[in-house]
């Protein structure tokens, strides 16, 4: 299976994504973007980005749900 991934930075998120609560963060994108592309949706993070791992074939719901979270 063919995946791409997409980073965000983490300086970058909006407000109501709290960096100091970054596992709470990651779930929270895990479960939106599992429920949008019908796939398992894995998101991890370091110092600077959160990066989320997407099966190809479902960019584009991920890139929808990621814009209507106001991500991207």
Known sequence: METT???LAIC???DKFDPSRM???LDVLSRVLSEATGATIEAFADSFTV???VPTNRLY????AL??????
Request: glycine content about 0%; overall charge positive.
């Open 5 to 7: 991934t997409i980073r």
């Open 12 to 14: 970058e998120l909006p």
């Open 23 to 25: 596992s709470l963060v």
């Open 51 to 53: 990066s989320i791992v």
């Open 61 to 64: 719901a991920a890139a929808t």
């Open 67 to 72: 814009r209507e979270m106001r991500l991207i």
